[in-house]
């Protein structure tokens, strides 16, 4: 079973706070990876992705992946209010097909 | 359009009835994929088209589910005999089908929510 798996949290910080997300994949295979953000109630949208071992950054995000270990991270800085949704980690698997995890709950408190 | 679109957005169907769910891609998007999301859960992928052709149909749980894209831009995932597990949110996306899906971004509908009774 080719996999994804994130903490489902919930994680909660304060606003202002940095917001570290993690998810780990099975399949040594898996060539690109995406973080996708949704709101409760609405369809995820993309935020970045990453396929080269290192980090790259994008405004206040930055996605980090490290192929040895399977991991893939995003850091999100200076945490709003408006980051409050569910982070979904997505494995790129063979050319086409995205596997997604769980999702982790962020919550950021004012 | 704008983006995707998706209809029924709502859908209440008793067990045993066939239900026809619609995907319209962004004008212009070669490739097309359906998922299931659970609550609570990540979307689950089901099938994938690029123009007309079903490229990768193994996520379909069974064959009461099928989907097809006839003229390579609406797409339409039928369920026959419907069943109460059935019950969920059908996701659709679409992308640009460029060369390289290593950086291609997919564009998910606002779901179908079906529940079977």
């Known amino acids: 079973q080719k996999e994804v798996e994130q903490n489902s949290g919930p994680l909660s910080v304060p606003e202002g706070a940095i917001a570290s997300l993690n998810c780990t994949y099975s399949d040594r295979g898996s060539q690109s990876f995406f973080w996708y953000r949704q709101y409760s109630g609405k369809s995820p949208e993309l935020i970045m992705f990453?396929?080269?071992?290192g980090d790259k950054e994008d405004g206040r995000f930055t996605a980090q992946l490290n192929k040895a270990s399977q991991y893939v991270s995003l850091l999100i800085r200076d945490s709003q209010p408006s980051d409050s949704a569910t982070y979904l980690c997505a494995a790129l698997l063979g050319s086409e097909k995205l596997v997604f995890g769980k999702g982790t709950k962020l919550t950021v408190n004012p | 359009g704008a983006g995707v679109s998706q209809s029924p957005r709502y859908k209440v169907t008793k067990r045993g009835q066939d239900v026809a769910l619609r995907c319209d891609p962004i004008?212009?998007?070669?490739?097309l994929y359906w998922y299931r999301q659970a609550l609570g859960q990540g979307p689950e992928f089901l099938t994938y088209f690029n123009y007309e052709a079903q490229q990768d149909k193994s996520g379909l749980p069974n064959d009461r589910f099928s989907a097809e894209r006839p003229e390579g831009s609406i797409s339409t995932l039928t369920i026959q005999r419907t069943e109460q597990r059935d019950s969920a949110m059908y996701r659709c996306a679409s992308s640009l089908g460029g060369t390289s899906k290593l950086s291609e971004t997919q564009y998910f509908g606002p779901g179908t929510r079906l529940l079977v009774l």
């Open positions: 990453i396929y080269s071992n």
């Open positions: 004008s212009g998007h070669v490739s």
